[in-house]
């Protein structure tokens, strides 16, 4: 199995629906930063157009659809990019187009549905849910890095650009952290992002 990370700074080929990913998170980012100027105080677009369970519920049925293409922050969304260049142009060297867009479009509804679940129980057992507006492409990146960690967990990476490890181990690291974080007030955010991570699961299955 060849290693990856034996050069940190490479990056696969920008190519195909990788390029394509990459470009419609960037055109969404720079559009609603434009129209965020002109945009009301009192709904802003990471409001609108990102993912609240209680919003898709009372009808805003688009949020599945835009949440993961609203970056609030330059920096937060650069760092989705680049993971999401890498993973997905990973996964596009041996994998089709259509196979790579079909896995993230999963993870990100999947991503969407599973902080559905955790409201709604909450709703159902008594709880006051701890509901936050999720935004950015985290949940799909989270469902290549799983298929990556399911395909080629052999694979070596570079963590931090310094560590040498195996797919399938950096991707426990990541879960471990989100089940860690289902003990904070994140609970809904990280549940989300497990939820995303078990989306691609079952793509891939």
């Not at 896995?103 to 599973?114: E, K």
């Not at 006051?128 to 989270?142: D, K, Q």
Request: aromatic share 18%; proline share 4%; glycine share 10%.
């Amino acid at each position: 199995m060849a290693r990856f990370g034996s050069t940190p700074f490479a990056f696969p080929e920008f190519r195909g629906a990788t390029r394509r990913l990459v470009l419609w998170n960037l055109a969404a980012y720079f559009v609603l930063a434009v129209a965020g100027l002109a945009a009301h105080p009192d709904v802003p677009f990471n409001v609108r157009f990102g993912f609240i369970p209680s919003a898709f519920l009372h009808g805003w049925f688009w949020q599945p659809f835009t949440y993961s293409l609203v970056h609030p922050t330059l920096l937060g969304a650069l760092l989705e990019l680049l993971s999401l260049w890498f993973l997905a142009g990973f996964l596009e060297s041996t994998h089709s187009e259509s196979w790579v867009t079909g896995l993230y479009t999963t993870a990100v509804l999947g991503t969407a549905a599973a902080a559905i679940v955790i409201y709604e129980c909450s709703r159902t057992l008594g709880f006051s849910p701890a509901e936050v507006s999720l935004y950015g492409c985290f949940g799909g990146i989270f469902g290549l890095l799983v298929a990556i960690g399911a395909l080629y967990g052999d694979v070596q990476f570079l963590l931090f650009f310094t560590i040498g490890i195996k797919a399938r181990y950096m991707v426990a690291v990541y879960a471990l952290i989100a089940v860690a974080m289902l003990f904070t007030e994140q609970r809904m955010y990280a549940f989300a992002q497990l939820g995303g991570a078990l989306a691609g699961l079952l793509y891939i299955r």
